[in-house]
Nanobody
């Protein structure tokens, strides 16, 4: 069984930055091919960014150039979020695509 634990959310003003972390506990193979998603109130959950098996990052158009996804040697997944906008306000979740499991989420709130 794998467990994902997100941290790093908070409240910032527009233009600010936050870094989210997602630690993987359990089956290490689940740390390959991981993604960040977000869900705003009243909206569907949407893909934000991910890293595939070989380390290639992908981004949603809405965050390209502002967010950076990375993963360290201990398989912790990160999301560096710069130039935050009010429309980035959402609950952010990490997911292991390999093992189809989600974290509990961390709230990001951006005020104008």
């Amino acid at each position: 069984q794998v467990q994902l634990v997100e941290s790093g959310g908070g409240s910032v003003q527009a233009g600010g930055s936050l870094r989210l972390s997602c630690e993987v506990f359990g089956y290490s193979h689940c740390a390959a091919d991981m993604s960040w998603y977000r869900q705003a109130v009243g909206k569907d959950r949407e893909f934000v960014a991910g890293i595939d098996f070989v380390g290639n990052p992908t981004y949603a158009d809405s965050v390209e150039g502002r967010f950076t996804v990375s993963q360290d040697a201990k398989n912790t997944l990160y999301l560096q979020m710069n130039s935050l906008k009010p429309e980035d306000t959402a609950m952010y979740y990490c997911k292991t695509e390999q093992c189809n499991s989600w974290g509990q989420g961390t709230q990001v709130t951006v005020s104008s």
